[in-house]
């Protein structure tokens, strides 16, 4: 199933921060900041608890109960239900140019795919207002769906089994390096994602690094 002009037949895509213009909930922040809520209390919550939340295990509500808890900090419902709500909302706004390069991708013969650490109040979302970036992926792998999230080998070998295609023919774009690692570690040939202009340049040159002839 190896596409014969690259040596890789398959390109796997991040969601947030890829397929997004955000990698964080940066409406979270504004409204934390305007109910002088620490934000450093937000970043420690998800480092502690974020896992858990991509996982499926908590629900938004779930998780900012902790760490609102860990913190010390006691957030009126109002505000509660705002932060929530901006929760998700932070994260949909569609990177156009991603899509862009996605369908060219998908022009080019290559199997594409998408894996994504994702809560499960912002899946439904996802599928709303991102079905077009959806509709060019022969995989779709949610943590939350699944109860598996990156890095975790698992994860990777789902989406190798959805696609039909071995780990030494995956490309992966992801903005975290410790899931870049985590990918590397199972055999797939990650870039790391800092700006389309970037990592669209890093992949052809994966591409060509690992070019053979047609078979």
Known sequence: MSNGASGASAVVFDFGGVMTTCATPVRVKEIADGAGLPWQAVLDGFARH????????????????????DAGVEVDPAT????????S???????????????SLKGR???LGILT????????LFREHFADFIATADALVVSSEVHLVKPMPEIYALVERRLGVPPAEIAFVDDS?????????????????????????DLEGLLAKIARPAT
């Open 80 to 87: 509660e239900a705002k932060i929530e709500e901006a929760d």
């Open 89 to 103: 909302t932070s994260f949909l706004h569609p990177n156009v140019r991603t899509l862009d390069w996605m369908r």
């Open 109 to 111: 013969g290559f199997r």
């Open 117 to 124: 650490n994702m809560p499960r109040e912002l899946a439904p």
């Open 177 to 201: 390096p410790v899931n870049c690692g985590g990918a590397a570690a199972c055999g797939w040939r990650p870039v790391l994602f800092k700006d389309n202009a970037q990592a669209e340049s």
């Open 50 to 69: 974020r896992r858990a939340y991509d996982i499926g295990d908590i629900t938004v509500s779930e998780f900012y109960a902790r760490t609102w808890r």
